[in-house]
């Protein structure tokens, strides 16, 4: 039974391909979680809304799934679902993951 992702055989193999990421307590491993939502109670308004939210997993299993803890990162808003186009939108999003990754190894490297 899962209880908490750290349970999982998915973080077990990161920690595995990725020794290195898994030591060193200060790493984040995040997930991104989205599902469609009908903001105005309107069921055959065929107007669709994606909340796009980032979950911290490194956090105990009583904390991680707070909302204080969870980061709405994105809100996609069309007609139909972005199915895949939803690369679209990531892309500013895997950008600046990119960007952050990127300067905490300069940090932890320098």
């Known amino acids: ?26 790493n984040l491993k995040i ?13 055959s308004n065929s107007h669709n809304t994606w909340p796009l939210i980032l979950v911290i997993y490194n956090l105990p299993p ?6 204080k803890y969870m980061m709405w990162s994105m809100l996609i808003s069309r007609p139909k679902q972005p199915a895949n186009d939803i690369d679209e939108y990531l892309a ?9 990754w990127d300067t905490s190894v300069e940090v932890y490297d320098g």
């Open 1 to 26: 039974m899962l209880h908490h992702p750290i349970d999982s055989p998915q973080w077990i193999k990161s920690n595995k391909d990725y020794p290195e990421f898994g030591e060193e307590a200060r």
């Open 92 to 100: 500013p999003l895997i950008k600046d993951l990119k960007q952050m």
């Open 62 to 67: 009583w904390l991680c799934m707070k909302h």
């Open 31 to 43: 997930a991104l979680s989205t599902n469609r939502m009908n903001p105005h109670g309107i069921q």
